[in-house]
C-alpha cells in the first residue's frame, strides 16, 4: 500500500498537479480525426500538405535517433510512407502542379532547436520533383534564414520570408527560371510572422498574430488560421495552452468562428492545410505529456471534416 501511494505521490509531482474537472471532462471535436499519431514512438510528424489531387499528405517526419528531419509522402488511403528526401529539411512548399517541391536545408544540430536561433545560418533553397525525386536547382538566398516559403498560383514564383540584417528582414520573390531574388516588402525584424499567398491574386497575406492563414481554395473570402499564443507571445504570463483554437475567418461577412479543433486540452498548433475540395483540412498539434506539460517537439497530425 505505501509503495502505491509513493507512486502516486511521484506522478502527481512529475505532472504538476492534478487535473482540474473541466479538463477531465474535456472532448474532442466529433468531426475530428487523428490521421498520424506519434504513439509515444521516436517519430513526430509537422507542416502537412494535401495534394493537389486529395490522394497524398505531404510532411516532415522528425526522427530522433538518429536525429533526422525527412521530407516524406503519405498515401491517404492506406497511409503508406514513402520518404522522399533525407537531407534535414526545416520547411518546404509544394507547388500547385504538384510536381515540384522547394524546401529549406538546414544542419543536423538545427532541427531540434528552436529555428529562430538558426538567423546567423545560410540557408540553402533546394527545389526537387516529386515523382523522380531529383534535384533540379538549387538556390542560396541573399537573407540568412528562411522562415516561411510558398509559391504563386501560376508556379513561376516562389515567395519566401527572410530574417537576418534589419535592412533586408522582408519578403521576397524568387523569379524560378532565371534565378532572380527581389526584395518585395521589408518587415519589423523583431517580430515573427507567418503568411499565406492570396489565391487569385498573390497578395502576400501576413500577421504575427494570426498564425498559419490558409485560403480555401474554392472560396477566397475564406481562411482558416491559428491564433497559438505560445508563438506570438513568447513572453507572455498568458495561459496560451487554454486559448489557442483554430478559426474559420470569412472577410466578406467579417465573422471569425471557432472550428473547436483542439485534440488536446493543453497544445499547440502547427501549419495548416485544406484538401482540395475545401471540406476537410489537416493540421499539426503538439501531443502533451502529462495535463500541463506540452513538448512542442511531439506533433501528431490531425484531420477536421468541415463540412
Same mark, same amino acid.
Given at each position: 500500500?505505501?509503495?502505491?501511494?509513493?507512486?502516486?505521490?511521484?506522478?502527481?509531482?512529475?505532472?504538476?498537479?492534478?487535473?482540474?474537472?473541466?479538463?477531465?471532462?474535456?472532448?474532442?471535436?466529433?468531426?475530428?480525426?487523428?490521421?498520424?499519431?506519434?504513439?509515444?514512438?521516436?517519430?513526430?510528424?509537422?507542416?502537412?500538405?494535401?495534394?493537389?489531387?486529395?490522394?497524398?499528405?505531404?510532411?516532415?517526419?522528425?526522427?530522433?535517433?538518429?536525429?533526422?528531419?525527412?521530407?516524406?509522402?503519405?498515401?491517404?488511403?492506406?497511409?503508406?510512407?514513402?520518404?522522399?528526401?533525407?537531407?534535414?529539411?526545416?520547411?518546404?512548399?509544394?507547388?500547385?502542379?504538384?510536381?515540384?517541391?522547394?524546401?529549406?536545408?538546414?544542419?543536423?544540430?538545427?532541427?531540434?532547436?528552436?529555428?529562430?536561433?538558426?538567423?546567423?545560418?545560410?540557408?540553402?533553397?533546394?527545389?526537387?520533383?516529386?515523382?523522380?525525386?531529383?534535384?533540379?536547382?538549387?538556390?542560396?538566398?541573399?537573407?540568412?534564414?528562411?522562415?516561411?516559403?510558398?509559391?504563386?498560383?501560376?508556379?513561376?514564383?516562389?515567395?519566401?520570408?527572410?530574417?537576418?540584417?534589419?535592412?533586408?528582414?522582408?519578403?521576397?520573390?524568387?523569379?524560378?527560371?532565371?534565378?532572380?531574388?527581389?526584395?518585395?516588402?521589408?518587415?519589423?525584424? $523583431?517580430?515573427?510572422?507567418?503568411?499565406?499567398?492570396?489565391?487569385? /491574386?498573390? #497578395?502576400?497575406?501576413? %500577421? !504575427?498574430?494570426? =498564425? @498559419?492563414?490558409?485560403?480555401?481554395?474554392? $472560396?477566397?473570402?475564406?481562411?482558416?488560421?491559428?491564433?497559438?499564443? /505560445?508563438? #506570438?507571445?513568447?513572453? %507572455? !504570463?498568458?495561459? =496560451? @495552452?487554454?486559448?489557442?483554437?483554430?478559426?474559420?475567418?470569412?472577410?466578406?461577412?467579417?465573422?471569425?468562428?471557432?472550428?473547436?479543433?483542439?485534440?488536446?486540452?493543453?497544445?499547440?498548433?502547427?501549419?495548416?492545410?485544406?484538401?482540395?475540395?475545401?471540406?476537410?483540412?489537416?493540421?499539426?498539434?503538439?501531443?502533451?505529456?502529462?495535463?500541463?506539460?506540452?513538448?512542442?517537439?511531439?506533433?501528431?497530425?490531425?484531420?477536421?471534416?468541415?463540412?
Amino acid at each position: 500500500m505505501k509503495r502505491i501511494i509513493l507512486l502516486m505521490v511521484v506522478w502527481i509531482l512529475i505532472g504538476g498537479y492534478c487535473p482540474t474537472e473541466e479538463e477531465r471532462r474535456f472532448k474532442r471535436n466529433p468531426n475530428l480525426e487523428l490521421f498520424l499519431s506519434d504513439t509515444l514512438c521516436e517519430e513526430h510528424y509537422f507542416s502537412p500538405v494535401f495534394s493537389p489531387d486529395g490522394k497524398k499528405v505531404y510532411c516532415i517526419v522528425r526522427k530522433l535517433s538518429p536525429i533526422q528531419n525527412l521530407l516524406v509522402s503519405i498515401n491517404i488511403e492506406d497511409k503508406k510512407i514513402d520518404t522522399i528526401v533525407r537531407d534535414s529539411v526545416l520547411l518546404f512548399a509544394l507547388n500547385h502542379r504538384g510536381d515540384e517541391i522547394a524546401y529549406v536545408k538546414g544542419k543536423t544540430d538545427d532541427i531540434c532547436e528552436d529555428p529562430w536561433s538558426r538567423l546567423n545560418n545560410e540557408d540553402k533553397i533546394v527545389f526537387i520533383n516529386t515523382l523522380t525525386q531529383s534535384v533540379i536547382k538549387e538556390f542560396n538566398p541573399f537573407i540568412a534564414f528562411v522562415c516561411d516559403l510558398e509559391y504563386t498560383h501560376d508556379d513561376s514564383f516562389l515567395i519566401f520570408l527572410g530574417y537576418g540584417d534589419t535592412a533586408k528582414t522582408g519578403f521576397y520573390s524568387l523569379e524560378l527560371t532565371s534565378l532572380k531574388e527581389t526584395l518585395l516588402v521589408k518587415v519589423i525584424a $523583431n517580430k515573427r510572422y507567418t503568411f499565406t499567398l492570396h489565391p487569385e /491574386n498573390d #497578395s502576400i497575406f501576413y %500577421s !504575427d498574430s494570426l =498564425w @498559419y492563414p490558409e485560403f480555401n481554395p474554392l $472560396n477566397s473570402s475564406e481562411f482558416v488560421f491559428s491564433n497559438d499564443q /505560445n508563438a #506570438s507571445q513568447w513572453l %507572455s !504570463d498568458e495561459p =496560451w @495552452y487554454i486559448s489557442c483554437e483554430l478559426y474559420l475567418y470569412d472577410l466578406k461577412e467579417n465573422t471569425k468562428v471557432s472550428l473547436n479543433a483542439k485534440p488536446y486540452y493543453y497544445t499547440s498548433f502547427g501549419k495548416i492545410s485544406f484538401s482540395p475540395c475545401g471540406r476537410k483540412i489537416i493540421f499539426s498539434a503538439a501531443r502533451p505529456l502529462i495535463w500541463e506539460s506540452v513538448d512542442f517537439s511531439r506533433q501528431e497530425l490531425w484531420i477536421l471534416n468541415l463540412k
